[in-house]
């Protein structure tokens, strides 16, 4: 127990936080202001590729597991309070811009299952015939996401949820592998995993369909082994740029998101995986894909230039921020450890013992579209 219940002081939970330990289905709340850990969470089945968003009011975790497993969290009670295995094989999911509805992403059956937060009872069945991946919450009680089998973008309005509305975008590029949306809620892209470009939908204006950028931003080069897929939802907004990992090239692309042009080609020390802001907007983080796992590097996002090549230690999977972003916490699975480093000085502040840690979700995402 954290506290909050009898014999226990009260206390908020703006600064917890869910560190995910794939190898054991267990969890571990931590108290960002204090940087220790508070309890560990059991019982979360199959923790490969999970993800974790959080009810409005912070309360409670629900975690997204790879064997269609969707646990709800009490972050103060430390307990799993409701549980159901929704899917053979899901990838990640969202809640609703009013926090009532949680929706899951499948690859096995495949589509989308929306469920009461409050209860984790079914409320809405979005079959695809595809595997789903880039599902993300939007303004307006949305969920968007793509199709990788059939090359789709679908946005499922669910203001009335006995009644979804979809709309569906063919042909939008082959394979897309994951998505984005800006902080505004406004603009979806999803990358290609099948060609070199992206996809882009306005989201305030549906009736002018799917536009394509950054065609061919690979043309005339040789594709490298890509190892990891790239993880979008990181992607970077900093300055008017959206920093992106470029898929098959040990690079990050910036894009200047007035026009979504490319402006500057940014060469890494490998296949980025996770390429995010610090809040205020000044630094970019990346982390790579194995087998130069070991490694992060820190962009200056005003001129677009590394400043810094740290070694946290073999397999950094995840890096979160702490809301205001004095701090970035890394998980390094293959040295059982979460490192907190300070962002001004690069310095490893402390580090938290953990088992085979991956990813790492601070509470503060509850009030992020996207996230």
Request: negative net charge; contains cysteine; proline residues 5%.
């Amino acid at each position: 127990m954290v506290s909050g219940c009898s014999g226990t002081p009260l206390r908020g939970t703006g600064d917890l936080g869910l560190i995910i330990e794939r190898a054991d289905s267990s969890a571990l709340i931590v108290d960002s202001s204090n940087r220790q850990r508070l309890a560990r969470v059991h019982g979360l089945g199959d923790l490969s590729h999970a993800s974790v968003v959080f009810s409005r009011d912070e309360r409670y975790a629900f975690v997204f597991g790879r064997d269609g497993g969707l646990s709800k969290v009490d972050m103060l009670k430390a307990k799993v309070v409701a549980r159901v295995i929704q899917a053979g094989n899901a990838i990640g999911g969202a809640i609703s811009q009013d926090g009532s509805l949680v929706a899951v992403s499948n690859y096995e059956p495949g589509g989308v299952r929306i469920f009461d937060t409050g209860t984790l009872e079914l409320v809405a069945d979005l079959p695809t015939q595809s595997k789903v991946i880039g599902l993300v919450d939007a303004p307006g009680q949305l969920f968007v996401f793509a199709l990788y089998d059939s090359d789709e973008i679908w946005v499922a309005d669910m203001s009335n949820p006995e009644e979804p509305a979809i709309t569906k975008f063919t042909d939008i590029g082959h394979q897309p592998y994951d998505g984005l949306i800006t902080p505004d809620g406004r603009t979806y892209i999803s990358g290609l995993f099948g060609e070199d470009g992206m996809a882009m939908l306005d989201l305030w204006h549906l009736e002018k369909g799917v536009t394509r950028i950054l065609d061919n931003y690979g043309r005339g080069e040789e594709k490298l082994p890509v190892y990891k897929m790239p993880h979008l939802e990181g992607w970077a907004v900093a300055g008017g740029y959206a920093f992106m990992p470029a898929v098959g090239h040990h690079e990050v692309l910036v894009v200047d998101m007035t026009t979504w042009k490319q402006v500057a080609r940014i060469p890494v020390h490998g296949q980025p995986v996770f390429v995010m802001a610090r809040p205020d907007g000044r630094q970019v983080w990346v982390n790579f894909a194995v087998p130069r796992n070991d490694t992060v590097q820190v962009i200056d996002a005003e001129t677009m230039k590394l400043v810094k090549t740290l070694t946290p230690g073999k397999g950094v999977l995840h890096m979160e921020f702490t809301p205001r972003g004095e701090e970035v916490w890394l998980s390094v699975r293959d040295l059982d450890v979460v490192k907190v480093y300070d962002t001004k000085t690069a310095e490893v502040i402390k580090e938290l013992p953990a088992l085979k840690p991956s990813g790492i979700f601070f509470t503060a995402r509850a009030h992020k579209t996207g996230l």
